[in-house]
């Protein structure tokens, strides 16, 4: 119960905190940089503008990903041992998806362009990272002990 009590705060703790970041750029924030710019862009594929061609199909994909990931989550247990990091993934994950059905796109606003131009990205596409990077090093540093007798 705990773990899903964590899960729970973590996920609804990443949407409104990238919700309310994004709701800043959409109501017409920007600020230059030498190295990034905090500008408003809406993303219509995935990473690096890519699966753009899917369209407004591309969300219902979506959705149907983190459904699937959150029935395997909670089917195999995983909420108990990685509740935090798999949070931020679902809550980053959620947040995107609800940019695809309000704004048409993902609203990204990081835009890196010092020595060369990197992708514009978000908060949530941050929290997405963090966790998988988190839940790659807990399975290949820390894995579970099995209970073989």
């Not at 909670?74 to 909420?79: D, M, R």
Request: hydrophobic share 55%; aromatic share 20%.
């Amino acid at each position: 119960m705990r773990a899903f009590v964590v899960f729970l705060l973590v996920v609804i703790g990443t949407f409104m905190i990238d919700q309310n970041i994004k709701s800043i750029f959409v109501e017409g924030y920007y600020r230059a940089g030498k190295c990034i710019d905090l500008e408003l862009h809406y993303n219509k594929g995935i990473a690096f503008s890519m699966f753009a061609f899917v369209g407004p199909y591309l969300k219902w994909v979506q959705s149907l990903l983190i459904i699937g990931i959150l029935y395997f989550v909670f089917k195999e247990g995983y909420i108990k041992r990685d509740a935090f990091p798999i949070g931020l993934l679902i809550g980053g994950s959620l947040g995107n998806v609800y940019d695809r059905f309000v704004h048409g796109g993902v609203v990204d606003y990081i835009a890196w362009h010092c020595g060369f131009n990197f992708a514009v990205f978000n908060y949530a596409d941050i929290a997405i990272d963090i966790a998988i990077a988190w839940i790659i090093l807990m399975v290949y540093f820390f894995p579970e002990k099995s209970e073989s007798k």
